[in-house]
């Protein structure tokens, strides 16, 4: 068995909205981030972030299990740190996870969020 995460957001909505805001709203980030995340917690009743994607892969026993990591180097829906976090979790793993890593900076019909691997 295996899995194929394309443009995924490993760090959640959290991540997502620190994410977007960190460029343009530098050093108050954090603040922002916690109203926006609070708020789009209260009205959509706590069911926010209800799993943290990342920590649940981390734990994990076996057998290797084949991954592959896809988005576009140049996505600006989804940042790419989003993906670097996942190949950083895989890649140390090796005794659960063997990572395949495709990141070329290539649209999708015209669209930056996601490439499609069966354009190549």
């Given at each position: 068995?295996?899995?194929?995460?394309?443009?995924?957001?490993?760090?959640?909505?959290?991540?997502?909205?620190?994410?977007?805001?960190?460029?343009?709203?530098?050093?108050?980030?954090?603040?922002?981030?916690?109203?926006?995340?609070?708020?789009?917690?209260?009205?959509?009743?706590?069911?926010?972030?209800?799993?943290?994607?990342?920590?649940?892969?981390?734990?994990?026993?076996?057998?290797?299990?084949?991954?592959?990591v896809s988005?576009?180097?140049?996505?600006?829906?989804?940042?790419?740190?989003?993906?670097?976090?996942?190949?950083?979790?895989?890649?140390?793993?090796?005794?659960?996870?063997?990572?395949?890593?495709?990141?070329?900076?290539?649209?999708?019909?015209?669209?930056?969020?996601?490439?499609?691997?069966?354009?190549?």
């Amino acid at each position: 068995p295996g899995a194929w995460f394309d443009s995924a957001p490993f760090a959640g909505l959290r991540g997502m909205i620190d994410a977007a805001l960190r460029p343009v709203a530098g050093s108050l980030t954090p603040i922002a981030t916690s109203i926006i995340h609070f708020w789009a917690a209260t009205f959509g009743g706590d069911r926010v972030d209800y799993y943290d994607v990342l920590k649940l892969l981390e734990s994990c026993s076996g057998p290797t299990r084949h991954v592959a990591v896809s988005q576009s180097s140049i996505d600006t829906l989804v940042p790419t740190s989003e993906a670097g976090a996942a190949m950083v979790l895989f890649s140390g793993l090796p005794v659960c996870y063997k990572l395949f890593a495709f990141t070329p900076p290539e649209y999708c019909n015209g669209a930056d969020h996601h490439q499609e691997m069966w354009e190549f």
